[in-house]
């Protein structure tokens, strides 16, 4: 139950999507973009979330995009995490997507909802910042291709009245080994302590991690200590984890303490994954 | 604002007029008494207002009624004699029932959806709703219990993703 | 064994199909048009005083009604202690009191014009634990507790033995047990252990919220529509705290969605009275969101409790001394009773000649807390049988063979010094020994399964008698169709426990009819209804079957006098079965139901019997007022006693565990629904294991309740459960119907502790607190030096 009521729109092109946000934001209705609708109804309902028009970009065709071609994948920003899951078009990905929420929210919750949440974990980045990922963004000034590096940092950094509409990842990527695992507090169905992804190009191993600090981050700093030769699995670890970019959190989920010690078991687990040792 | 649109819901197109801002389960429960599905949390996060929307479980406190257009919604009250109604009765797959709607829902799509479905995917699936009353392990049983009894059920072959 | 025809048959539940078809009606699911729409606003404070409430923006909301606060209404309310009030005023005492309402065309115009309501607050200190609570410089919650009025009659569960706050400090209440000579006792022993045990408070999180409708007729008739547990105790409330006849109260309950304690308390009602009385009477709803359920309305009670035990070293328990602070929040309405029947069965089914136990009630700044299941000895259970293993693992003993050796018996007495004998008392001995079967103890308390990996059992025993104060009972009216079928009328609550379709088997098997020609009135309707004392203490099938066997024995009465006139046949020749009267000795002579339940007309016009409408009323013998220092008296008619094991594969490394096997035996006296038995026994296991490893308020430094939402109060999901394995034994209780125990709270008593004890065998350190989330376990090894 929202107590609030907005005004509703359903463009089916990325132009009338921008200007409709143009129109609306001049006439100082605060619209927003969404896809799933799965945030704000659960944040507005709760007034975290307020605005008199919302534009539902599903009905984008570019939004809905889904291929492989000239070895780039592309999928559209309306995509649900299911969706992503079941086409199996970027295992990577994929993976990321089936470990957030649950089942039934997965089949509303959409990819361009997940990267752009309110929420601090927006795990399903941790694929796109391993994969040096392009992100297609949307403004009335056109459509930008942009390096995920450069458009999320922390957060998805949309200016006023741009939206997502693709990622797209180059298509080496399908079949690199790659290891994700989600650790919860104890529950199946929850936020993450932490979530970590890695990824093995050639001999080098990426790593970006979601719920450890206040973002989710790939840290080149804790790869090259990883990436180090002749030490032992736990020294890299150990010497990794010092290089953690910023304070580790501490919530109702877990002291960060307790996170550095989860970090330490699965970086341990990735390793061995990933280099087949011990 | 309000505004009229129209749902198909159980094979029926019913209209209401709605807030545009009104979810998926504020209009089947206030406008259209379809009150099957239950308000446990409005945050999705408990599973008892969950429908079906083109064969598979969605929340409907999470979706904008007006987003539901042109999909097919069934709620509980358009399962008639169902399998699932059987196999939770037969198994007391419920106790207070508030949940028992969206449960039951949850587990029609996944059988038709994994007719070989495993008892990981059965953990997939299910673990999206909540119930206070029972063990889970007699709703296990009753999901079971349908799956085996489709496999039997050459007459019907039944394939994923055939809606 | 006696063997019946339906008594003990898995009859599945009455309303079975209206249930899977989504048209059973909860209160929310009934909708009134015209129906306006109550909104609480909350304290965003756990302890602070009320300065101004601006509602000035709130009325500029369109379809605002009216809008009331707590300075309105000065009232305060409550069912043993009056300490409570109907919104607050002056100051707020738990983050998520009410404060004020607004009353608007809907639902969503009231959350708006409740956002719009500014309110000043000066903040105070918190106490934000029991034990913070306890001491001599604690802030106090309530500073004028001696002005509280308080019902030394009150008739909620374990009230009983009067209500004695301690003015000048934070006690809302101590219960004393002073049994035999507790210094002798540890003089006796060889081995002693004193052990602490904590958890804070928690959530019901039944999936239904409660939700109240009130309206107010001219002729001043108060009309409520609620899902509760205490249709007539609401009624008594309600007309006492505004001055209403009692019999101007009428109160509708519909199936409800699950409750475990929770409904109990009597909150939003006495609210939405009020917010129909500022709109002329019209029809009001006042629902909770999950959000104000977990903060707002009552909770599950905290504790920390400090545990002395005393054994010879041949492993006979000598003493057992207990210090109970339970965390009953703001209020202490509930509380209290919860507290109290804690300490009545605080030791267990264990025969100890030397018990002392305080069982202190605190006043904190959290939420306020009532009945959970279990009552009282879910929470006691946990420290007392944590101890027990420590003990018998201090004495190099077998826990089970230590329990066993301990195991009340008759002959015995209980905590409250009653006399036990084969009917007032399970079998425990009997539970235990089928336990370690189904467990397979003999293979092993702990196997390992590899370096990181090892499987444990734990155990752990619990028992319960319920607590109804004396005087308390149940009524039943049975009605009859044309065709000789059966309606029971009968006001206890249907909340999922399957007592509705238990009572249409009693009657089913005393009639000798079939399960199918018995129905039985699904709502409860205080006007239409005989009373009934409120559905709680697992007692309902014993009072409300008492009532409706009653009841049977009437009816058949008066079909065998109406029968005879017809048949001429004496009375006591005749029987009743297969909606016939019939002749024992020649069955052929005989009259259908049909024909006399209205009356039987002779071709002449005579008249035999009347409509036949069999009456039954019920009061349970034999209970008497608790004494509050010692606990003498006896507080209910029988202990249901159960024995507990939880099997865990626990992984060393990352300190987390899968549930793998959960057992009970439990003594049901007879087992009246098989099935419904067995899966009520399974709900209240899973329920306790999820309670103990998960589940548990988390509060920030000024006590403000950090988790309002299923998203971080986390409860058991589906998969997560163990394997659950339910057996029954059977010794009958005297006086109860077909000799049936309590049943409905007995599964999740001893969940906490068994697990515990599982883990703790596992992770080689003994685990105090819940719930046991894999970061308190891996803390807990830090500490003890067996991780590094």
Request: aromatic share 8%; hydrophobic share 40%.
């Amino acid at each position: 139950m929202l107590p609030f009521n907005f005004e509703y729109y359903r463009p089916s092109s990325i132009n009338e999507a921008v200007e409709l946000f143009e129109k609306l934001d001049q006439d100082g209705k605060k619209p927003i973009y969404l896809s799933g609708g799965t945030e704000i109804t659960t944040l507005g309902r709760l007034n975290q979330i307020f605005t008199k028009a919302v534009i539902d970009v599903k009905g984008i065709p570019e939004c809905n995009a889904l291929d492989f071609k000239q070895n780039s994948v592309v999928v559209g920003a309306a995509h649900t995490l299911t969706q992503v899951w079941e086409s199996k078009i970027l295992p990577l990905l994929g993976e990321a997507c089936v470990k957030i929420g649950d089942r039934t929210s997965r089949n509303q919750i959409t990819l361009g909802g997940n990267l752009a949440s309110q929420i601090i974990y927006r795990e399903a980045v941790l694929p796109l910042l391993l994969s040096n990922s392009t992100f297609v963004v949307a403004g009335i000034d056109g459509i930008h291709q942009i390096s995920v590096h450069k458009i999320f940092k922390e957060k998805l950094l949309l200016k006023r009245g741009e939206f997502l509409v693709q990622i797209k990842v180059n298509g080496k990527y399908r079949n690199k080994p790659f290891f994700i695992e989600k650790k919860r507090k104890s529950e199946r169905v929850d936020y993450p302590l932490i979530t970590i992804e890695t990824l093995k190009i050639d001999r080098s191993i990426r790593l970006a991690i979601s719920g450890l600090c206040a973002f989710p981050f790939r840290s080149y700093e804790m790869e090259k200590e990883l990436n180090k030769t002749g030490i032992s699995l736990e020294e890299r670890i150990d010497k990794a984890v010092l290089r953690i970019p910023a304070p580790v959190i501490s919530d109702i989920r877990g002291t960060s303490e307790y996170r550095i010690f989860v970090l330490r078991n699965t970086l341990l687990d990735a390793l061995i994954d990933l280099e087949g040792v011990r | 604002m309000n505004d009229e649109l129209t749902l198909d819901i159980n094979g029926e197109q019913r209209v209401a007029t709605v807030r545009m801002a009104d979810t998926l389960l504020d209009v089947l429960r206030e406008k259209l008494d379809l009150t099957g599905a239950k308000r446990g949390c409005e945050n999705g996060d408990c599973g008892s207002c969950t429908v079906l929307a083109d064969g598979l479980p969605v929340k409907s406190c999470m979706m904008l009624a007006v987003d539901a257009i042109g999909k097919k919604l069934t709620t509980i009250e358009g399962l008639h004699d169902d399998p699932m109604q059987h196999a939770f009765i037969e198994k007391w797959a419920f106790q207070c029932g508030y949940c028992t709607s969206g449960f039951i829902l949850n587990a029609r799509a996944l059988v038709n959806q994994y007719p070989d479905a495993t008892d990981e995917i059965m953990e997939e699936w299910l673990s999206s709703n909540i119930c206070r009353c029972t063990s889970y392990q007699e709703i296990r049983e009753a999901v079971k219990s349908v799956l085996k009894e489709q496999r039997f059920n050459v007459g019907r072959p039944r394939s994923r993703n055939k809606r | 064994m006696k063997q019946y025809r339906v008594i003990g048959k898995s009859v599945p539940r009455k309303e079975s199909w209206d249930k899977v078809s989504g048209r059973v009606k909860y209160i929310d699911d009934f909708q009134e048009v015209g129906t306006l729409h109550v909104k609480l606003l909350t304290s965003l404070y756990a302890h602070a005083s009320i300065g101004k409430v601006d509602t000035d923006e709130a009325w500029k909301v369109p379809g605002v009604r009216m809008i009331v606060t707590g300075e309105d209404y000065p009232l305060l309310i409550g069912t043993t202690i009056k300490d409570r009030p109907l919104l607050a005023f002056d100051k707020v005492r738990y983050y998520g009191e009410p404060i004020a309402m607004v009353i608007a065309d809907s639902e969503a115009i009231a959350i708006q014009a409740v956002s719009s309501i500014r309110v000043t607050y000066k903040v105070l200190p918190v106490v934000n634990s029991p034990v913070q609570a306890y001491q001599n410089d604690a802030p106090l919650v309530h500073e004028q507790v001696e002005q509280y009025q308080i019902d030394q009659d009150a008739d909620g569960e374990g009230a009983s033995g009067g209500i004695h706050p301690v003015p000048g400090t934070n006690i809302a209440n101590r219960q004393g047990i002073r049994k035999g000579n507790i210094d002798r006792g540890f003089a006796q022993s060889d081995f002693i252990v004193e052990e602490i045990f904590s958890f804070n408070q928690s959530d019901h999180t039944a999936i239904e919220t409660r939700c109240a409708d009130v309206e107010i007729k001219k002729t001043g008739e108060v009309i409520i529509h609620s899902a509760s547990q205490e249709p007539f105790e609401m009624k008594e409330l309600i007309s006492e705290t505004f001055n209403i006849d009692e019999g101007k109260v009428q109160v509708h309950i519909p199936l409800v969605g699950g409750s475990f304690g929770a409904k109990t308390s009597v909150q939003l009602e006495p609210l939405a009275y009020v917010a129909s009385k500022a709109v002329g009477g019209r029809r009001v709803r006042l629902r909770n969101s999950r959000e104000e359920d977990i903060a707002t309305s009552p909770v599950h009670i905290g504790l920390h409790a400090k545990v002395k035990m005393g054994c010879t070293k041949d492993g006979k328990l000598q003493a057992i001394k207990l210090h109970f602070l339970f965390d009953g929040g703001a209020y202490a309405e509930r509380a209290i009773p919860v507290s109290k029947a804690a300490a009545y069965d605080c030791t267990g089914p264990y025969a100890i000649k030397n018990v002392w136990c305080d069982s202190l009630c605190m006043y904190t700044n959290h939420p306020y807390a009532t009945d959970f299941r279990g009552f009282g000895r879910t929470e006691a259970a946990f420290g007392v049988e944590r101890t027990i293993d420590i003990m018998a693992n201090k004495l190099g003993m077998c826990p089970l063979e230590f329990r066993l050796k301990n195991a009340i018996q008759p002959g015995d007495t209980s905590p409250t010094q009653v006399l036990l004998n084969k009917s007032n008392l399970g079998d425990i001995r009997e539970c235990l020994l089928q336990l370690k079967d189904l467990i397979d103890w003999d293979r092993g308390q702990r196997i390992d399964i590899s370096d990181r990996i090892v499987r444990t059992k734990g155990i752990s025993c619990a028992w319960k008698n319920g607590d109804p104060p004396p005087g308390v009972g149940a009524g039943a009216i049975l009605t009859f169709n044309s065709d000789g079928s059966v309606n029971i009328n009968s006001a206890a609550v249907e909340i999922g426990q399957g007592t509705k379709t238990v009572l249409t088997q009693m009657v089913a098997e005393k009639m000798k009819l079939s399960e199918d020609e018995v129905f039985i009135q699904m709502e409860v309707n205080t006007q239409m209804s005989p009373d009934n004392w409120e559905t709680a203490a697992s007692r309902t099938t014993f009072m409300s079957g008492n009532a409706v066997l009653r009841a049977v024995e009437d009816a058949i009465r008066q079909l065998k006098r109406t029968a005879a006139i017809i048949l001429k046949v004496p009375v006591d020749e005749l029987e009743v079965a297969n909606k016939k009267v019939y002749k024992k000795t020649s069955p052929n002579i005989s009259i259908d139901f049909s024909e006399i339940v209205y009356g039987f007309i002779f071709p002449d016009g005579k008249v035999a019997g009347t409509q036949v409408v069999g009456r039954g009323t019920y009061m349970i013998p034999g209970i008497t007022d608790m004494d509050p220092v010692t606990g003498k008296g006896v507080q209910g008619p029988e202990w249901g006693v159960i024995a507990q094991a939880v099997e865990v594969e626990f992984d060393k490394r990352d300190n987390t565990f899968k549930l793998i096997r959960a057992v009970s035996v439990a003594d049901a006296g007879t087992v009246l629904n098989y099935k419904g038995a067995e899966t009520q026994v399974m709900g209240a296991m899973n329920m306790g294991l999820s309670f103990a490893t998960r589940e548990g308020f988390l509060y920030d430094d000024e006590g403000r309740v950090l988790t309002t939402q299923f998203r971080s109060y986390k409860v058991m999901h589906y998969g997560e459960q163990p394997e659950y394995i339910v057996r029954f034994i059977e010794n009958p209780v005297k006086g109860a119907p077909f000799g049936s125990r309590g049943l409905g709270e007995h599964g999740i008593m001893g969940m906490p502790a068994a697990v515990a004890n599982s883990l703790s065998l596992a992770a080689n350190v003994s685990l105090q607190q819940l719930p046991l989330t894999p970061e308190f376990i891996w803390k807990t090894r830090l500490k003890a030096g067996e991780v590094y």
